[in-house]
């Protein structure tokens, strides 16, 4: 059985008197993806921000490599091997591609050297490479993205966080994000994804926890979940059939 890099326990988190969530517990293994899911409003976006140490855990416990988060910053969740590309994919847009890449590499920099590190981000995104000394800020939402993937790449994390990557993107450029994100998760890099394309999450993860109103409405594998009709007109709509799932 595959070992957890992420546990939850009964995790609340609150903004002000309002409780965002109630108490979600879930665990994320080595080589896993696991996606979550529901409508807007639903928590999802609050849940990626309480992992990553960016807001405070309110109750229960999380911990990611036997560490608990909210004993930690997210500076040193990043050291440990978390990397979280949050809505709006989160790259400094005053600094270059390759300089956004390197911060990347030294947050958390292992035997790889950068040269190499940076090989490996531009051979899976050539138009990185062609921007390479252009501020982050000036590229199309499409290549920020493909940025924030890039930076997955040289950072090496043990678990990615990522909230809605789809978010602003053409189908084009959706679809070669998901393709990146694909091989991350073939190559064993565990990952929980945040995304309102629920055909695409469900084929990207291995399982989905439907969210709504701050709790967990339903779990399973993302075929089983595609294929139930209530959970599909209750959550997911109707542009979840069709979808084709990745092997365990």
Do not use: C
Request: proline residues 4%; without cysteine; charged residues 20%.
């Amino acid at each position: 059985m595959s070992t957890p890099v992420l546990s939850v326990t009964d995790l609340t988190a609150s903004y002000g008197p309002i409780r965002a969530l109630r108490g979600l517990s879930f665990t994320v293994s080595e080589n896993e993806t696991v996606a979550i899911v529901g409508a807007n409003g639903a928590g999802k976006t609050t849940l990626m921000r309480a992992l990553s140490g960016i807001l405070p855990i309110a109750g229960g416990q999380a911990t990611f490599l036997g560490h608990e988060i909210r004993r930690s910053t997210a500076h040193a969740l990043a050291r440990l091997g978390m990397l979280h590309v949050p809505e709006g994919r989160g790259t400094l847009q005053t600094m270059t591609v390759e300089e956004n890449l390197q911060l990347a590499w030294e947050i958390r920099p292992t035997a790889r050297t950068f040269g190499d590190a940076l090989k490996v981000a531009y051979d899976r995104f050539p138009r990185l490479r062609e921007r390479r000394l252009q501020a982050a800020g000036n590229l199309s939402g499409g290549e920020q993205q493909m940025l924030a993937v890039a930076r997955a790449l040289v950072n090496r994390p043990r678990l990615l966080l990522l909230d809605e990557p789809s978010m602003g993107l053409s189908p084009r450029m959706t679809s070669e994000v998901f393709r990146s994100l694909e091989e991350l998760r073939d190559e064993g890099v565990a990952i929980l994804i945040v995304e309102q394309n629920v055909k695409r999450a469900l084929k990207l993860a291995h399982r989905a926890l439907v969210l709504s109103h701050g709790i967990f409405a339903a779990s399973g594998s993302s075929a089983e979940l595609a294929r139930d009709p209530s959970i599909v007109a209750s959550y997911l709509g109707h542009d979840s059939g069709g979808v084709s799932h990745p092997r365990k």
